[in-house]
C-alpha cells in the first residue's frame, strides 16, 4: 500500500511470533494476545506462536522483526531438509539420495508458496521430524516415541487443517513400519496427543468464532485446484491452489515406488504411495466427484476452505519416493547432476519484496500518550487480509484495540466492526460516539493507503476533526489522531468528482438496510428499478429528506439544501428485492 506497510498474511504470522518474546519478556503468559479484538473478547489463544516463536524471540531483538522473520524463513528451509534427510538416513538410503529427498521437500514449491505468508510451510517441516523420532525408536529407545508425538502435537498449535491429514498419515506409516507393539503403543499415544491437541485449539480459538460454523461448499470451489495446476509452473488462480508437482520429481517418485515395490518393501510403499496421492486428489475439492460426499459425512472437512491443506504430506512423500530412485544411480557423479536438475524442476517465482515500513513515527508516537485504546481507519471485518497491517504496527503502540486480523475471530468482534465500518466514510451515526466511550478508544490511527484512492479517507478525516479530534503525528500515509489536539486541515486531496459511495453497495446495489454515499450540489436525481416492491428512504446530513415505494422504474428529487458535501443516507426494507440506484447525478444551481 502506498506510503505503509504492504497487507499479507506474512503480518500476521509474523505478529503471532513476536507475541511470543514480547509477553516473555513482560513477564507474561507467551501464549496469550493481550491487545487484539478487545474489549469485545478476552485475552485471546496465541497458539500460532508455537513452536517458532521462541527461535524468533532472540533472532527479532537482534536484527528487528523483518530481517528476522526473512533469517528464520531461511532456517526453516534448512531445518525442512536436514529433517527429511535424517529420516531417509534411518531408513537405509546413503549420503546422496538422503540429500536429494532433503533439497526436494525444501524446496516443494507448494510447501514454498505456504513460507511466503503462511506458517503452514514451516510448520510442515515437523512431520520428518516425527517420522525421524519414530524411527529412532524402532533402533534405540523408546523415549524417542516421545519426540515424535511431541513433534506432531505441536502441529494443530499452528495449522488445525494440516493436523487431519498428519495425523492419520503418521498413524498409517506407523503401522506400516513396525509390528512390535510397545513401538506402536507409543506411536498411539504420539497420534491422541495430537488429536487432543486439535481438539483443545478448537474448543479454545474456533469455537464462539466466526469460523465456528465451518465453510460452504462454495467456497471450497473457489480455492479448488485443477489438472493444470498440477503442472503449471506459475499460479494460475492464487497461491492457495498452487500445487505444482515439477515434471521431473513426480516421474522419479514414481520410479521410487516402483523399486521399494520390487524391494519387498510394501509396507512404507503404501504408506508412500497413500501419503502423495491421497492430499493431491483433495486438493482438486469441488472438482473431484467424491469430495461434496466426504464433506458432507466427515465433519472435520467442512472446515477447511482451502483443500490443498494437505498437500504438505504429499511433498514429503515425493520427496522420499524420489530419493529411493536416486539412490539405485550407479554413478556416484550422477547424484550431484540429481540435485541440480531437481532444483531447477522445483524453481518457482512466488517471493517478491514488500514494503515493511518499520519504525513508523506515527505509531511511535502513540508510546508516550496516555492510556486508551486505538482504532484504526478503516475499520475491516476480521476475515478481510487488509486488516493484517493493523497488528503489524501494534509491535509499535501496543495498544488495545477492537479490531484484528483473524478467520477465528469472535463473533462479537465481527459484529462491532460491521457497527464501527461507517466511520470509514465519516458516517457518524447516532450512538456513535457513546460506543467509543464504551469501548474505552481515545485514539484514531487512519491508513490512507488501505483506502486505494476511494476518496473515502478526505471524509473520514473531516469527521474526525468535527468530532474533536485533532492530529498528534503522522508517517507516510497514516495519521494518529488524538482528542483535545490541534485541528487542521486534511493532508490529503478533496475528491473531484460529485458522488463517493461509502461502503455497502455491490455496485449500484445497496448490501445493508442502511447504506449511503458524499454529495456536492444542490439536489439529487435518482433513477431507482427494483424486482419487488420496496420503499427507499433518503436523508441527508441526518435529516429525513424523501421516501418512495419503488414498484417499477422510479425517479425521486432528494434536495440538497446549500452547497458544499452532504451525506445522503438510502434505508431499504429488504436487501435481497433487488433495489438499484440506476443512475444518480448531483445539480448545482
Same mark, same amino acid.
Given at each position: 500500500?502506498?506510503?505503509?506497510?504492504?497487507?499479507?498474511?506474512?503480518?500476521?504470522?509474523?505478529?503471532?511470533?513476536?507475541?511470543?518474546?514480547?509477553?516473555?519478556?513482560?513477564?507474561?503468559?507467551?501464549?496469550?494476545?493481550?491487545?487484539?479484538?478487545?474489549?469485545?473478547?478476552?485475552?485471546?489463544?496465541?497458539?500460532?506462536?508455537?513452536?517458532?516463536?521462541?527461535?524468533?524471540?532472540?533472532?527479532?531483538?537482534?536484527?528487528?522483526?523483518?530481517?528476522?522473520?526473512?533469517?528464520?524463513?531461511?532456517?526453516?528451509?534448512?531445518?525442512?531438509?536436514?529433517?527429511?534427510?535424517?529420516?531417509?538416513?534411518?531408513?537405509?538410503?546413503?549420503?546422496?539420495?538422503?540429500?536429494?529427498?532433503?533439497?526436494?521437500?525444501?524446496?516443494?514449491?507448494?510447501?514454498?508458496?505456504?513460507?511466503?505468508?503462511?506458517?503452514?510451510?514451516?510448520?510442515?517441516?515437523?512431520?520428518?521430524?516425527?517420522?525421524?523420532?519414530?524411527?529412532?525408536?524402532?533402533?534405540?529407545?523408546?523415549?524417542?516415541?516421545? %519426540?515424535?508425538?511431541?513433534?506432531?502435537?505441536?502441529?494443530?498449535?499452528?495449522?488445525?487443517?494440516?493436523?487431519?491429514?498428519?495425523?492419520?498419515?503418521?498413524?498409517?506409516?506407523?503401522?506400516?513400519?513396525?509390528?512390535?507393539?510397545?513401538?506402536?503403543? %507409543?506411536?498411539?499415544?504420539?497420534?491422541?496427543?495430537?488429536?487432543?491437541?486439535?481438539?483443545?485449539?478448537?474448543?479454545?480459538?474456533?469455537?464462539?468464532?466466526?469460523?465456528?460454523?465451518?465453510?460452504?461448499?462454495?467456497?471450497?470451489?473457489?480455492?479448488?485446484a485443477d489438472g493444470l495446476d498440477l503442472v503449471?509452473?506459475?499460479?494460475?488462480?492464487?497461491?492457495?491452489?498452487?500445487?505444482?508437482?515439477?515434471?521431473?520429481?513426480?516421474?522419479?517418485?514414481?520410479?521410487?515406488?516402483?523399486?521399494?515395490?520390487?524391494?519387498?518393501?510394501?509396507?512404507?510403499?503404501?504408506?508412500?504411495?497413500?501419503?502423495?496421492?491421497?492430499?493431491?486428489?483433495?486438493?482438486?475439492?469441488?472438482?473431484?466427484?467424491?469430495?461434496?460426499?466426504?464433506?458432507?459425512?466427515?465433519?472435520?472437512?467442512?472446515?477447511?476452505?482451502?483443500?490443498?491443506?494437505?498437500?504438505?504430506?504429499?511433498?514429503?512423500?515425493?520427496?522420499?519416493?524420489?530419493?529411493?530412485?536416486?539412490?539405485r544411480l550407479r554413478w556416484a557423479l550422477l547424484?550431484?547432476?540429481?540435485?541440480?536438475?531437481?532444483?531447477?524442476d522445483l524453481h518457482v517465482r512466488v517471493y517478491?519484496?514488500?514494503?515493511?515500513?518499520?519504525?513508523?513515527?506515527?505509531?511511535?508516537?502513540?508510546?508516550?500518550?496516555?492510556?486508551?485504546?486505538?482504532?484504526?481507519?478503516?475499520?475491516?471485518?476480521?476475515?478481510?487480509?487488509?486488516?493484517?497491517?493493523?497488528?503489524?504496527?501494534?509491535?509499535?503502540?501496543?495498544?488495545?484495540?477492537?479490531?484484528?486480523?483473524?478467520?477465528?475471530?469472535?463473533?462479537?468482534?465481527?459484529?462491532?466492526?460491521?457497527?464501527?465500518?461507517?466511520?470509514?466514510?465519516?458516517?457518524?451515526?447516532?450512538?456513535?460516539?457513546?460506543?467509543?466511550?464504551?469501548?474505552?478508544?481515545?485514539?484514531?490511527?487512519?491508513?490512507?493507503?488501505?483506502?486505494?484512492?476511494?476518496?473515502?479517507?478526505?471524509?473520514?478525516?473531516?469527521?474526525?476533526?468535527?468530532?474533536?479530534?485533532?492530529?498528534?503525528?503522522?508517517?507516510?500515509?497514516?495519521?494518529?489522531?488524538?482528542?483535545?489536539?490541534?485541528?487542521?486541515?486534511?493532508?490529503?486531496?478533496?475528491?473531484?468528482?460529485?458522488?463517493?459511495?461509502?461502503?455497502?453497495?455491490?455496485?449500484?446495489?445497496?448490501?445493508?438496510?442502511?447504506?449511503?454515499?458524499?454529495?456536492?450540489?444542490?439536489?439529487?436525481?435518482?433513477?431507482?428499478?427494483?424486482?419487488?416492491?420496496?420503499?427507499?428512504?433518503?436523508?441527508?446530513?441526518?435529516?429525513?429528506?424523501?421516501?418512495?415505494?419503488?414498484?417499477?422504474?422510479?425517479?425521486?428529487?432528494?434536495?440538497?439544501?446549500?452547497?458544499?458535501?452532504?451525506?445522503?443516507?438510502?434505508?431499504?426494507?429488504?436487501?435481497?428485492?433487488?433495489?438499484?440506484?440506476?443512475?444518480?447525478?448531483?445539480?448545482?444551481?
Amino acid at each position: 500500500m502506498p506510503g505503509e506497510a504492504a497487507a499479507g498474511d506474512h503480518l500476521q504470522a509474523e505478529y503471532h511470533l513476536w507475541l511470543v518474546g514480547h509477553q516473555l519478556e513482560h513477564g507474561r503468559a507467551p501464549w496469550r494476545d493481550p491487545y487484539t479484538f478487545r474489549p469485545e473478547s478476552p485475552p485471546r489463544a496465541n497458539f500460532g506462536g508455537w513452536p517458532f516463536g521462541l527461535p524468533f524471540w532472540p533472532l527479532s531483538a537482534l536484527f528487528g522483526p523483518v530481517l528476522g522473520w526473512n533469517l528464520l524463513l531461511l532456517l526453516t528451509y534448512l531445518t525442512a531438509g536436514a529433517f527429511v534427510y535424517v529420516w531417509l538416513r534411518e531408513l537405509g538410503l546413503p549420503r546422496g539420495a538422503a540429500l536429494v529427498g532433503g533439497l526436494a521437500f525444501a524446496l516443494a514449491p507448494y510447501r514454498v508458496a505456504q513460507s511466503a505468508g503462511h506458517l503452514r510451510g514451516p510448520i510442515s517441516t515437523l512431520l520428518p521430524l516425527a517420522l525421524w523420532a519414530f524411527e529412532r525408536s524402532r533402533r534405540g529407545s523408546l523415549w524417542w516415541l516421545a %519426540g515424535a508425538g511431541a513433534a506432531l502435537a505441536s502441529i494443530p498449535f499452528s495449522d488445525v487443517h494440516l493436523t487431519l491429514g498428519a495425523v492419520p498419515f503418521f498413524a498409517l506409516y506407523a503401522l506400516c513400519r513396525s509390528r512390535d507393539a510397545r513401538v506402536l503403543a %507409543g506411536a498411539a499415544l504420539g497420534t491422541l496427543a495430537a488429536v487432543g491437541t486439535g481438539l483443545l485449539v478448537g474448543h479454545l480459538v474456533v469455537s464462539g468464532s466466526i469460523g465456528a460454523g465451518g465453510r460452504t461448499l462454495r467456497e471450497v470451489s473457489h480455492y479448488s485446484a485443477d489438472g493444470l495446476d498440477l503442472v503449471t509452473r506459475h499460479p494460475r488462480h492464487g497461491l492457495e491452489s498452487f500445487v505444482f508437482l515439477g515434471w521431473l520429481t513426480p516421474l522419479l517418485a514414481l520410479a521410487g515406488l516402483v523399486l521399494l515395490v520390487r524391494a519387498g518393501r510394501r509396507g512404507l510403499a503404501l504408506a508412500l504411495a497413500l501419503g502423495a496421492l491421497v492430499p493431491v486428489l483433495l486438493a482438486f475439492g469441488t472438482n473431484l466427484p467424491l469430495y461434496s460426499a466426504l464433506w458432507h459425512h466427515f465433519p472435520p472437512l467442512r472446515y477447511p476452505r482451502v483443500p490443498e491443506r494437505q498437500m504438505p504430506i504429499a511433498c514429503l512423500a515425493l520427496a522420499a519416493l524420489a530419493a529411493f530412485a536416486v539412490a539405485r544411480l550407479r554413478w556416484a557423479l550422477l547424484v550431484p547432476v540429481a540435485l541440480v536438475a531437481l532444483a531447477a524442476d522445483l524453481h518457482v517465482r512466488v517471493y517478491d519484496a514488500a514494503a515493511a515500513d518499520s519504525g513508523n513515527r506515527a505509531y511511535e508516537a502513540l508510546r508516550s500518550q496516555t492510556p486508551g485504546r486505538l482504532l484504526e481507519l478503516p475499520v475491516f471485518h476480521p476475515s478481510v487480509q487488509l486488516g493484517s497491517v493493523y497488528p503489524y504496527y501494534d509491535q509499535e503502540a501496543q495498544r488495545e484495540r477492537p479490531g484484528g486480523y483473524s478467520t477465528i475471530a469472535p463473533q462479537e468482534a465481527a459484529q462491532l466492526a460491521l457497527r464501527l465500518e461507517p466511520l470509514n466514510c465519516g458516517d457518524w451515526r447516532p450512538g456513535t460516539e457513546g460506543l467509543l466511550r464504551r469501548l474505552g478508544v481515545r485514539y484514531v490511527a487512519l491508513h490512507a493507503g488501505l483506502y486505494a484512492g476511494t476518496g473515502r479517507a478526505w471524509f473520514a478525516w473531516q469527521a474526525l476533526v468535527e468530532h474533536g479530534y485533532g492530529e498528534i503525528a503522522r508517517d507516510g500515509a497514516i495519521t494518529l489522531f488524538g482528542p483535545g489536539q490541534p485541528r487542521g486541515q486534511p493532508k490529503l486531496p478533496e475528491p473531484q468528482r460529485p458522488l463517493v459511495f461509502c461502503e455497502g453497495w455491490n455496485g449500484s446495489s445497496p448490501t445493508h438496510r442502511h447504506t449511503a454515499f458524499w454529495a456536492r450540489g444542490s439536489r439529487l436525481r435518482v433513477a431507482l428499478t427494483t424486482r419487488e416492491p420496496d420503499r427507499a428512504t433518503f436523508s441527508v446530513d441526518g435529516q429525513r429528506a424523501t421516501s418512495v415505494r419503488v414498484t417499477a422504474p422510479t425517479v425521486v428529487t432528494v434536495p440538497l439544501g446549500s452547497g458544499g458535501w452532504h451525506l445522503v443516507g438510502v434505508d431499504i426494507t429488504r436487501t435481497d428485492r433487488g433495489l438499484r440506484l440506476e443512475s444518480v447525478s448531483s445539480v448545482s444551481r
